[in-house]
């Protein structure tokens, strides 16, 4: 059990209970104590306590008069009266209120151990049936949510079972792409993890914006309008979704059912229309493996700038993708054996963030099989090319130093330059790059006594606070401990 309150008025009583208390052997979380009826009732109103030891004559409120009165509250703890005389008639009165056990003083280990052991077995046993029927309640809501055949009678058997123990008030529906977290258990919130490779959370209104800030602080959610009974479930569920998508495509941290509005001018709508007939999505399959990397580029690019911007909803987009992989892996069957991976990564439309990083995925797969089959590509003077560029950043890494910069000063597309350089180093230019200038920073900073601010513009970081930074991320000390540490070390 978590609280066990003693009311006693007499200070020797009270803490020879809580010895006994504590020797009994059951678990206890915390053993609070007070000396009359009036601050054990404002504690309980504060707080849930499970158990109460609670004794009869008290100055300000007796134990009769706090047993009555905490009858109103919304969480009443299993109470055991304790009393200096032997009367029947107290015992009567406080059974009367529910009160479990009446015990007399001088008061017995003994007993107390007995009591406390009776009324732990019964908190557990409520606590797991509530456990139990939560889980039972949680299953039925996500059938109801995700079952496309529940007949009528059904969705009104779930809602009228469980309808009292769902939220009295306005609730939301969010909806984040699934993502690796543990079992959450808050009393703000009803969290379910895998709802179609996603994340939903029910949240009572008050509590939408905390919610949004620690749990969903990643972004890219969609939410429902505001709903009120278990009998709308189902449409916030798909109001939740549908808005998660809306967000995934525009880029947006949130978006909200009936809130997030946009007007998109049809001629706008009706020329990217065009992107999605089938002669477009054919060249857009046609074009890998050939010498028009530009237009293979160009064609996926306008393609997601137009869903980006709204001008291709979100199912067309979805279908248009779908058909982009059936068709590539029938027509370049033979060529995609070490491409599998991140074909099926491509394929899980929705289980990225947004739609910027899955843009990246999808072209990063498709650079990879278009120079996989391309004949004119050729390997080695690539190769030549990325260690070109390696020496150029070994030479450069203190300057502003960007990929476009890179690629430029070796004359190497920008996207052809990003796989291949990946492909050379085993690793992607932004952590190649850091992983430089954090080498250089640690030599410094064991070698000389340069300060922390021009060690940082040594290694191409203006800001010193943004330098600080990604140097506790990247060893786990800041600077100044990194060279204390070295200063130690040769000690």
């Known amino acids: 059990m978590k609280t066990v309150l003693i009311v006693e008025d007499e200070k020797m009583i009270r803490q020879g209970i809580k010895t006994m208390i504590m020797r009994s052997g059951v678990p206890i979380e915390t053993i609070m104590e007070c000396n009359n009826g009036e601050t054990a009732l404002e504690i309980l109103k504060e707080q849930e306590i499970d158990v109460m030891f609670t004794d009869i004559r008290m100055p300000k409120m007796d134990g009769i008069e706090l ?17 200096g005389y032997d009367d029947f008639a107290y015992a009567v009165e406080m059974l009367r209120n529910g009160v479990r056990e009446y015990i007399l003083k001088p008061i017995e280990r003994e007993k107390i151990t007995e009591i406390l052991k009776k009324l732990n077995a019964e ?56 993502v690796k977290r543990g079992e959450l258990s808050d009393d703000n919130y009803i969290f379910m993890k895998n709802m179609n490779d996603n994340d939903i959370f029910i949240v009572p209104a008050e509590n939408l914006s905390l919610l949004l800030k620690n749990e969903l602080q990643d972004g890219y959610i969609g939410i429902s309008a505001a709903h009120c009974g278990l009998e709308s479930i189902r449409q916030a569920y798909a109001e939740s979704v549908m808005m998660r998508k809306k967000a995934f495509v525009r880029n947006k941290v949130e978006a909200q059912y009936g809130v997030f509005q946009e007007k998109i001018p049809e001629g706008l ?35 997601f700038y137009e869903v980006k911007n709204g001008r291709i ?43 910027d990083s899955y843009e990246d995925k999808v072209m990063e797969f498709v650079l990879q099989l278009h120079e996989k089959i391309n004949s004119s590509y050729d390997q080695n003077k690539n190769v030549q090319k990325i260690k070109m560029a390696v020496d150029y950043i070994e030479e450069n890494y203190a300057k502003d130093l960007n990929m476009a910069v890179v690629s430029n000063y070796i004359s190497m597309n920008y996207s052809l330059f990003s796989y291949s350089f990946k492909q050379y180093t085993g690793s992607n230019f932004v952590n190649y790059l850091k992983e430089i200038r954090m080498r250089e920073a640690k030599k410094l900073l064991t070698e000389t ?18 330098f600080m930074k990604i140097f506790k991320a990247t060893c786990g ?5 990194y060279r204390h540490n070295a200063y130690l070390s040769k000690s």
């Not at 047993?67 to 009393?83: D, G, Y």
């Not at 999605?276 to 393609?303: N, P, Y």
């Not at 000390?477 to 401990?481: A, K, L, R």
Request: with cysteine; charged share 30%.
């Open 313 to 355: 909803d979100e199912a067309v987009f979805e279908s248009c993708m779908k058909d982009f992989f059936t068709e590539v892996e029938k027509t370049y069957q033979n060529a995609l054996e070490t491409e599998g991976e991140l074909l099926l990564e491509c394929k899980e439309i929705w289980s990225e963030n947004c739609i």
């Open 123 to 178: 908190i557990e046993s409520r606590k797991e049936k509530e456990e139990n029927n939560q889980k039972i309640g949680y299953q039925q809501m996500r059938h109801l949510m995700l079952s496309d055949e529940i007949s009528g009678e059904e969705q009104r058997t779930i809602e009228s079972q469980y309808a009292d123990h769902f939220y009295t008030g306005n609730y939301y529906v969010c909806c984040q792409n699934q």
């Open 449 to 466: 006594d340069m300060k922390i601010i021009e060690i940082s513009q040594a290694v191409g970081y203006d800001n010193e606070k943004h």
């Open 67 to 83: 047993v009555q009165k905490m009858q109103s509250l919304e969480h009443i703890p299993l109470t055991v009266a304790i009393s």
């Open 477 to 481: 000390v800041s600077p100044t401990e």
């Open 269 to 303: 709508i009706t020329e990217a229309a065009k992107l999605t007939e089938e002669a477009a999505r054919i060249q857009r399959v046609q074009l890998i493996g050939t010498d028009h990397t530009d237009d293979l580029e160009k064609s996926f690019h306008q393609f």
